[in-house]
C-alpha cells in the first residue's frame, strides 16, 4: 500500500525566513512524488515533480529515498507563499493512482 | 483557468436526498477522477475513469456512483447512503499517457447536507 504524510498540519514563518514543508512516504517501488499546491479562492495545481528536478517560485524538493522523503524547501519565504500545499505520490499499481497526503497550510507572516 | 469546470459551486441537500455533482472537460483528457477534500484529511479518491464508458472505485466509493457517458463528462451522484456527505469535492483530469501524471483540477463544489 502507498502512503503519504505530511507531519505539519500548519507551519508558521515570518517573511524572508526559511521554510521546510515536510512529506514523508510509504511504498515498495520506486516512486514519482509531487506538491501541489492551493491559493486561496484558487483551484489545486501542481507545483513541482521530482522527475523535472525542477525550481518552481523559488521552491525545491529532493527525492531521499533513504529517508523515503519529499521535504519542500524555500530559503527565503514570501507572503504569497501563504497556502495549502499537499504532497502526493503515484505508484505504479492498476491505474496509477495518486495518493495524497493530509496537507500543510503554510502561514508566511510580514 | 478554465478547462475543467465544476458545477455548482455550492449545493445544499436535505437528509435522504440523491445529489448529483457535475464536472465538464474541454481538454480532450482520457482520464477524469473525482477526490473529497476534507480538513486535516488531504484529498481522498472516489471513483476514477481512465476511458469512456469505464469507471474503478477509489478508496471512499461507498455512498457514491458515478458514469462516464461522454469523455467531457464525469458527473458524481451522492446518494442517501453516504453517511458524511458535507465536503468539498474536487474533480481533476489527466491526458497523455499513463505514465504521465499533470492532473488538471476543478474550482470544486462545497456539499452541505442540512
Known amino acids: 500500500a502507498q502512503r503519504v504524510t505530511q507531519p505539519e498540519k500548519l507551519l508558521s514563518v515570518f517573511k524572508g525566513a526559511p521554510v521546510e514543508l515536510k512529506c514523508n512516504y510509504s511504498?515498495?517501488?520506486?516512486?514519482?512524488l509531487f506538491w501541489y499546491v492551493q491559493y486561496s479562492r484558487q483551484r489545486l495545481q501542481l507545483l513541482l515533480r521530482h522527475i523535472s528536478r525542477e525550481s518552481i517560485k523559488g521552491f525545491t524538493a529532493d527525492l531521499n529515498k533513504g529517508e523515503t522523503s519529499f521535504h519542500l524547501k524555500k530559503p527565503f519565504a514570501q507572503e504569497e507563499d501563504s497556502a495549502m500545499y499537499y504532497c502526493a505520490l503515484r505508484g505504479h499499481n492498476a491505474g496509477n493512482m495518486l495518493t495524497f497526503g493530509g496537507g500543510t497550510r503554510l502561514m508566511v507572516k510580514p | 483557468d478554465g478547462g475543467i469546470t465544476q458545477s455548482p459551486k455550492y449545493l445544499f441537500r436535505k437528509e435522504g436526498q440523491n445529489v448529483t455533482l457535475s464536472c465538464e472537460q474541454n481538454?480532450?483528457?482520457?482520464?477524469m477522477y473525482w477526490y473529497r477534500q476534507d480538513p486535516g484529511q488531504g484529498l481522498r479518491l472516489i471513483y476514477y475513469?481512465?476511458?469512456?464508458?469505464?469507471?474503478q472505485k477509489g478508496d471512499i466509493a461507498e455512498g457514491y456512483s458515478v458514469s462516464r457517458e461522454k469523455k467531457e463528462s464525469f458527473p458524481l451522484t451522492v446518494t442517501s447512503a453516504q453517511k458524511n456527505p458535507t465536503a468539498f469535492y474536487l474533480c481533476?483530469?489527466?491526458?497523455?499517457?499513463?505514465?504521465?501524471?499533470?492532473?488538471?483540477f476543478g474550482p470544486g463544489t462545497r456539499l452541505t447536507v442540512l
Open positions: 475513469s481512465q476511458i469512456v464508458n469505464d469507471f
Open positions: 481533476a483530469s489527466k491526458g497523455g499517457s499513463l505514465t504521465t501524471d499533470t492532473q488538471y
Open positions: 511504498y515498495s517501488g520506486s516512486p514519482e
Open positions: 481538454l480532450n483528457h482520457d482520464a
